[in-house]
């Protein structure tokens, strides 16, 4: 496959174009049902591009006048290069200057099957096949011109016509059908769609990687290495309505830094895009000086500070942070370029950390910063970048000052400390660093922050001709010192500038360890295909994802591959939404809904909410896609109750037993029977699977006809049947003063939109516990959280609980509304 697309790769800049670059796989499971799709290519000459599934890939024709439903009509058809499968899904804008600049609208998508031999078609020149598309059906032939004169590198030509059947028309039926089958947009809706988003920023503001020190470069491959600057952590973010600056806990510096705002408003030029980087002011000899640009931020004192850019999070609206670094970073400097003098590019050295390290201690640097080229951007501290320190330095937060004779209306020493386990613990002092204008500037700080009471833990020793003020801990320092002492106390500390990007809470003590003493540094560079599952590369593989039972990142994708089989039954092909944890369960975790670009084994589809407005969702294509997901952080997976194939018509309900705190496991059990005796008496076959938290979830196969209006009515009156028969036990009503001592049944998860665990889905939760499918005879010997990943791979060596789910048949419409219970 990488050789059939050579030429549609070699043509395009995928830094540029939202094109994609030929990265899916086959999807499983429909190798008897191959694609075909026609996209309206408004282009220098706009035509419809004709495109078939062969192989692995989409042969392509280009058809100037479009396909036509009269048989008479012989339309020209230009052969032209394969294109990548998940091709046949793309709609969106080319920038103008690229391959192809111009609108793609998605005219229509269907299945085709050939009528004779395709291959030795191909080969001949003859295809006849027949299409089962949105637009296109029936029997169509293409047959291709016996070009003599033709140069060998010209493009072949063929014709494209209809053939004869219930499906021909006399005229060529393209007239009115100049709207999307995905979107329903025209071609202007699309661009509108696309300069809308380009010009909005995906997100509001997203945390900034942190670093954990180490001592040493690590010596294993798959780093790279950046100057550490002394500087203030911004992320910038510019958009239509301005620029704003932030520091690393989103202190708004826009008016600190007026000259930076303006340079990358310049540099955006409009476009929507969130830089990472740092604001520095250099010395005489080209280094980062911090004590220069305290001094400019109080003073303006003319000096110009630069933004030293590393990072791209986001440009043309595209949420770019599930990227690899090094794929951020060519985008990065494809945007900055040479930069100017107020932003540069940060430039990185791939590997030799040792020879980094040693050249910046030669040149007197702060240090370097490692970061792993394969990594995404989560916005934690998880290891993916480390910091090495040429000499010791960091942040302490300032408990009180002393006075001497000497300075009886300064400051001789500032009294500095650090937070462990709540506590505020003495680490030394700093009496150099600062002179009398840096003392005056303190002592005005001091002032509102002044107390009776000694705020450290354990109060430090002072000498008794020297005058103690003790402060509320709030003022954060930057301290170098030569060492911590055998008591724990810095040695030869020097005051070198106040941090206000950081908060004090957040300041403890830095401990330099080696990578292998890191939560995840004890992992190993993949060696051709060790750290890959089902073909997909799994990045940082001994990451911990789950720390009891320790689980890491690559034995959760086996786990899911070990799933995949049965866990697609009920999770492909449907909308999904999923919990991503970069830094593990126990880090922050959140909640996506949208697709992240070029996931290979997913697809997207376009879906208008109530209000008309269309956005973009993601499903799961195969295993592939599931363990590409894993890679990107992905825990835990929730879907909808119906398939992309049929979207408004659902074919499976969820009763979710939601109880309140404290009610024993038998009453969660007696809800789970009594919700299945309302079923069966309505003729419902139902299923069951532990939720992997408090409750279980009694799941009803459906036939797919009802809308989601009638499915979600139905369970509705489901769960109002059970609140009525037995008032005591349960509650339909989802507030929480309604679930004392009851179990709230959950029925709104059956209402367009909303979404349910997956059966076989992890939980990102600790325990690392398992929504498993189970049979109703185990219901009193399984508790609701009583499955763990390593039981859950056992039960998927015995027989499928919920085989024959979808074979039930079952109709709502077939329900009595004479029944009793409803």
């Keep these: 496959m990488e050789q059939k697309l050579e030429a549609y790769r070699r043509k395009r800049n995928f830094l540029k174009t939202s094109e994609p670059s030929g990265k899916e796989e086959k999807p499983v499971g429909v190798k008897k049902r191959k694609i075909f799709a026609v996209q309206l290519h408004y282009a220098r000459t706009t035509h419809f591009d004709f495109r078939l599934e062969w192989d692995g890939v989409l042969l392509s024709w280009a058809v100037p006048k479009g396909p036509s439903f009269n048989p008479k009509d012989k339309r020209l058809a230009v052969r032209v290069e394969e294109h990548p499968l998940d091709y046949a899904d793309f709609e969106g804008v080319i920038p103008k200057g690229e391959y192809g600049g111009g609108t793609v609208l998605l005219w229509d998508k269907g299945y085709w099957t050939e009528t004779e031999d395709f291959a030795r078609g191909l080969e001949k020149g003859s295809l006849k096949?027949?299409?089962?598309?949105?637009?296109?059906?029936?029997?169509?032939?293409?047959?291709?011109l016996n070009d003599k004169d033709k140069a060998e590198d010209e493009k072949e030509n063929w014709l494209l016509f209809k053939e004869k059947d219930s499906f021909a028309k006399d005229t060529s039926g393209l007239t009115g059908r100049e709207r999307s089958v995905k979107s329903g947009l025209s071609a202007k809706g699309i661009a509108e769609k696309a300069a809308v988003a380009a010009a909005e920023i995906p997100f509001d503001c997203a945390p900034v990687m942190l670093c954990r020190q180490v001592a040493a470069p690590p010596?294993?491959?798959?780093?790279?290495?950046?100057?550490?600057?002394?500087?203030?952590?911004?992320?910038?973010?510019?958009?239509?309505?301005?620029?704003?600056?932030?520091?690393?806990?989103?202190?708004?510096?826009?008016?600190?830094?007026?000259e930076l705002a303006q340079a990358i408003g310049r540099l955006s030029n409009g476009r929507a895009l969130v830089l990472d980087g740092e604001a520095i002011i250099s010395d005489d000899e080209g280094r980062s000086d911090f004590q220069a640009l305290q001094n400019h931020l109080r003073l303006k004192d003319g000096r110009k500070p630069v933004y030293m850019v590393f990072d791209l999070l986001s440009l043309d609206?595209?949420?770019?942070?599930?990227?690899?670094?090094?794929?951020?970073?060519?985008?990065?400097?494809?945007?900055?370029?040479?930069?100017?003098?107020?932003?540069?590019?940060?430039?990185?050295?791939e590997g030799r950390g040792e020879e980094c390290f040693a050249a910046a201690r030669k040149l007197g640097l702060e240090g370097i910063v490692g970061k792993r080229a394969d990594s995404p951007y989560s916005g934690s501290r998880n290891g993916d970048w480390i910091k090495i320190k040429c000499y010791n330095r960091q942040e302490f937060v300032i408990g009180g000052f002393t006075r001497t004779a000497k300075r009886s209306d300064g400051v001789s020493a500032l009294l500095l400390g650090y937070f462990e386990d709540g506590s505020f613990v003495y680490a030394g002092r700093a009496g150099t660093g600062f002179g009398a204008a840096e003392a005056r500037k303190l002592l005005e700080i001091f002032r509102a922050l002044k107390t009776d009471k000694c705020p450290f833990s354990q109060p430090p020793d002072t000498k008794g001709e020297q005058s103690v003020f003790w402060l509320k801990p709030r003022a954060v320092a930057e301290i170098q010192f030569a060492e911590w002492t055998d008591e724990n106390v810095l040695r030869q500390a020097s005051y070198k500038g106040l941090r206000a990007d950081k908060e004090a809470r957040s300041i403890v003590r830095e401990t330099a360890r080696t990578l292998a003493q890191t939560d995840d540094g004890a992992r190993k560079t993949s060696k051709s295909d060790k750290d890959s599952v089902l073909g997909v590369k799994i990045s940082n593989p001994q990451r911990l994802v789950f720390a009891s039972p320790i689980l890491t990142k690559k034995e959760v994708a086996e786990y899911y591959a070990a799933a995949a089989e049965r866990m697609l039954k009920y999770a492909g092909g449907r909308i999904v939404s999923v919990v991503r944890c970069h830094g593990g369960v126990s880090d922050a975790c959140f909640f996506k809904k949208h697709p992240t670009s070029d996931v290979r084994g997913t697809g997207t589809a376009t879906i208008k909410s109530s209000d008309g407005k269309a956005s973009e969702y993601f499903y799961l294509k195969n295993e592939i896609g599931l363990i590409s997901e894993v890679q990107l952080g992905t825990v835990e997976f929730h879907v909808w109750g119906s398939r992309v194939s049929d979207l408004e018509k659902p074919d499976m309900l969820v009763f979710d037993l939601d109880p309140d705190e404290g009610l024993p496991a038998e009453k969660v059990r007696q809800g789970a029977r009594d919700v299945k005796k309302v079923l069966d008496a309505l003729g419902l076959k139902s299923f069951l699977k532990v939720s992997g938290g408090k409750g279980y979830h009694i799941v009803v196969p459906l036939l797919p006809e009802a809308d989601w209006e009638t499915a979600s009515e139905f369970a509705r009156r489901v769960a109002e049947t059970a609140e009525k028969k037995w008032p005591d036990r349960y509650t339909s009503n989802i507030r929480k003063e309604k679930r004392k001592g009851k179990i709230f049944i959950d029925w709104a998860r059956n209402g367009r939109g909303s979404t349910g665990v997956a059966p076989y889905s992890l939980r990102a939760r600790a325990g690392a516990k398992v929504s498993m499918p189970i049979a109703w005879k185990e219901l009193d010997s399984v508790l609701p959280s009583g499955v763990t990943v390593f039981d859950a791979l056992k039960r998927l060596k015995a027989p499928d609980p919920w085989k024959g789910f979808f074979n039930v048949g079952q109709s709502l419409k077939k329900i009595s509304a004479r029944n009793p219970y409803l």
């Design 219 to 258: 010596s294993e491959k798959g780093w790279v290495y950046e100057i550490k600057y002394d500087g203030y952590r911004i992320a910038a973010y510019s958009q239509k309505d301005g620029v704003r600056l932030l520091t690393r806990n989103g202190k708004d510096f826009s008016d600190k830094l007026p």
């Design 317 to 349: 609206g595209k949420d770019l942070r599930e990227l690899p670094l090094i794929e951020r970073k060519k985008r990065l400097k494809t945007l900055i370029g040479d930069g100017n003098d107020a932003i540069k590019y940060s430039a990185h050295v």
């Design 129 to 144: 096949l027949r299409l089962d598309g949105k637009r296109l059906k029936g029997g169509w032939a293409l047959v291709r």
